[in-house]
C-alpha cells in the first residue's frame, strides 16, 4: 500500500531519486505539449489555443481519479497523502500576482524551465526575473509574514470545505472538464477562422 516512502516500502534517500525522474518526465511532457512556446500558453486568455486548459485539466483528473481507484483497491492510503494547508486571502492575493505574470509574460515557473531548456531567449528572461522576484520577496517577507499565514484552514480538502465526498468532488471535476474541453473546442473554431494564421513557435 502507498504512499510508498511513508510505508517504508522504499528507502527514503530515493526520494530526490524519484522527484528528478519525475521532473525530467514532467519536462518532456510539458515540451512536447508546446508548453515552452509563450504565444501557446498565452493563447489561452486570448481564446485562440487552449491546449493549456485541456493538458491541465487532463492532469488533474488522472490524478484525482487514479487516488480514488488506488484508494478504492487498497492500493493507497488517503491518510497518508500530504495535503498543503490552506490560507484562503494570501492564495487569493498570489493567484492573481502570478496570473498577471503568466498573461504578460506567457509562461509560469515550470514552463520557463522548460523553454530555457531549448534555448528560448524568453524563457531565459522571465526565469531570471523568477529568481529576481524569489530574492525580493524571500528579503521582504517580514514585512508582510502576518499576512502570508493569514486565514489558516489547515490541510483541508475541497470535499471536507463544502461537505461533500470525494467521490462527487471528482464527478464534478469531470463533467466542467467535458464541458470545458467541448466549449473551448467551439471557441477556436470559430476564432481561428478570423485571425489570420501563424506558425506556433
Known amino acids: 500500500m502507498g504512499p510508498l516512502i511513508p510505508q517504508g516500502l522504499i528507502a527514503g534517500g530515493w526520494d530526490f531519486v524519484i522527484a528528478l525522474l519525475l521532473g525530467i518526465a514532467f519536462g518532456f511532457i510539458l515540451e512536447a505539449s508546446g508548453f515552452s512556446s509563450s504565444r501557446n500558453i498565452a493563447g489561452v486568455f486570448y481564446g485562440y489555443n487552449f491546449v493549456v486548459l485541456r493538458v491541465f485539466f487532463t492532469a488533474v483528473l488522472v490524478c484525482m481519479v487514479g487516488l480514488m481507484y488506488f484508494h478504492y483497491m487498497g492500493w493507497i492510503d488517503y491518510n497518508l497523502i500530504y495535503v498543503l494547508p490552506t490560507f484562503p486571502q494570501p ?104 485571425i489570420t494564421p501563424f506558425k506556433f513557435e
Do not use: H
Open 91 to 194: 492564495m487569493i492575493l498570489g493567484a492573481v500576482i502570478m496570473g498577471f505574470g503568466f498573461i504578460s509574460a506567457g509562461f509560469c515557473p515550470g514552463t520557463s524551465y522548460t523553454a530555457m531548456a531549448i534555448g528560448k531567449i524568453d524563457g531565459f528572461v522571465f526565469t531570471a526575473g523568477l529568481f529576481l522576484g524569489i530574492f525580493i520577496f524571500s528579503e521582504a517577507f517580514p514585512l508582510f509574514e502576518d499576512f502570508y499565514y493569514k486565514g489558516n484552514m489547515g490541510n483541508i480538502t475541497i470535499g471536507e470545505f463544502l461537505g461533500i465526498s470525494n467521490q462527487l468532488v471528482t464527478f464534478i471535476f469531470v463533467i466542467v472538464a467535458l464541458v470545458a474541453f467541448y466549449v473551448t473546442w467551439l471557441i477556436e473554431k470559430r476564432v481561428r477562422k478570423t
